[in-house]
């Protein structure tokens, strides 16, 4: 048998799943990675500091307004930006019948094999 070798994004994903592990808002952090938004994008589009988002990354406590405001800002319904099945599948859905739903499949299927919904 031969051995896995982990490909950059992989690398990636499991390191999301460490930094975000005691985070009230993973599928925010999960949207971050699938549009490929930064902290310093996700404060430049919504005003939200990367301080905030970093605590929040941490376990710190969310103020569901500016949750709110996040959804509002990258068209997406607020309960998402909590759970990360519900993000998947709303993204799976508005991706259609589009090649990037089948990467989105693919992703979700990864992410419940590594147990990342919540």
Do not use: C
């Not at 994004?9 to 938004?37: A, C, H, I, P």
């Not at 599948?89 to 979700?108: D, F, P, W």
């Amino acid at each position: 048998m031969s051995e896995y070798h982990y490909t950059p994004n992989d690398v990636r994903l499991l390191r999301l799943l460490d930094k975000t592990k005691e985070s009230f808002v993973q599928g925010l952090f999960l949207m971050m990675y699938v549009k490929g938004k930064t902290m310093n994008d996700v404060e430049k589009d919504t005003g939200i500091s990367r301080q905030t988002l970093s605590k929040w990354r941490k376990g710190g406590n969310v103020m569901h307004v500016n949750v709110q405001k996040i959804s509002e800002v990258y068209g997406i319904d607020a309960i998402e930006l909590y759970d990360t099945e519900m993000y998947m599948i709303g993204e799976i859905a508005r991706a259609g019948k589009s090649v990037e739903s089948a990467s989105l499949k693919q992703l979700y299927s990864e992410l419940v094999y590594l147990g990342f919904e919540k």
